[in-house]
């Protein structure tokens, strides 16, 4: 009589001789660079899968759009058909592993919209067999591995844990960063059964620095969400403490500079123009709607919210303060803001507090431009900009300089000089002590 195949067993082997076909669905920021790791740790066959047409295009020319991933790695892989990419689900057919890194964003309600998720997994069902591993990496409330996905993958007949392996990895991307990328960060992976767990981290296992095991997915979502929520909280706090500050008259700035002395029990934050991305500002709103459901109200999290939702409020304060120094109204004023991203030296503008601060400033009829060397033009609710070249000229045409991103590539000393009134939320001027130079 045939031994019985233990499919786990055999998944694991399979993944160890690397020899499989990986499937990654969303080829964003976190799926494409998982996707050139999977290549470089050597993985016989790295399949892409992403509904957006163009993107294919590109990659399959050996192209890439993410800052983090160059062409020539692309180029590579592509050439050495390590990776291809398609619209075509059916891949998934052969795939032995499946990562889905799709966004995960949140309705205007604030809750949770896992439609992406559903949705990949709706194109995928119908491809998924015997001895495949699916791993979600896509930020989500916890319990939804084992409540959304293991339901559509056993009405298909097929049983989790034994058939089909299904866990949960929390991408850690964080763009930009130089020093830390998808292979160096620890892996932290959660299986919705041990088995599923172990299948997963063989996975990773084989690609990444250091793996994280935790005992289920459930915990594996959770994670994140208290890594970026430990963030907004802390970002809340030192948002409210400067307003505190700048009503007592204290330099909030020189108090975070001499608290970071503190050898241990300190991690410095800094306020700003309100907080912006495609994490911080909604992770931990995936947690606060799920701990309703347990009657649990997160206090925390919704009053780091308010706090950091108010501060381009606040920014758009300093400005008219800055103005009226010089017997000039908001109405009509011309406002320079430099760098409109969400965080320096990136080009994502989502959730910019940068686009809050140019409504704000429009309803109060300001003259608004801008001027961010990784943005060339700003399309948003009715607002449409181009950028300004970074120039002495550019300044001083300016009534004020907003400073809301501040790249590295500014040349702080000629802000410094040409313009007239500096509003900035950085403290990328602190070399600077000038009367028309406002902090936060
Ligand atoms: N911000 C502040 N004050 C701070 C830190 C950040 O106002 O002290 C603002 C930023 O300007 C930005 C927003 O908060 O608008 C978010 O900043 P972030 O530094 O958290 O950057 P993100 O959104 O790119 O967060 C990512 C996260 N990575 C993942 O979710 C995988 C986060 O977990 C990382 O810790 C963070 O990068 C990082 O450390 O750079």
Redesign the pocket.
Known sequence: MAMPVNTGKDLISRIESKKITAVVIGLGYVGLPLAMEYVGAGIQRVVGVDVDGSKVRSLNSGKSYIDDVSSEVVKKAVDARAFTATTDFSIIAKADSVNICVPTPLRKTKDPDLSYIVNAMERMINHIHKGMLIVLESTTYPGTTQEILAPMIEEKGFKVGKDVFLAFSP?????G?EQFSTKNIPKVVGGVTPLCGKVAAALYGGVMNHVHQVSNAAAAEMVKLL??TF?SVN?GL?NEVCLMANRMGIDIWEVIEAAKTKPFGFMP??P?PG???H??PLDPFYLSWKAKQFGFESRFIELAGVVNGRMPHYTVDRVGEVLNRFRKPINGSKVLILGVT??KNISDVRES?ALDIIHLLARMGAVISYCDPYVTEIKDNGISLKSSPFSAATMRKADCVLVVTDHSVFDYEMVARESKAIVDTRNALKKFKRKNIVRL
């Open positions: 991408e850690r991307v964080d763009p960063n890594e970026n963030r970002i030192v934050f800094y700003g907080i912006g991305g994490c911080i969400y965080k507090p």
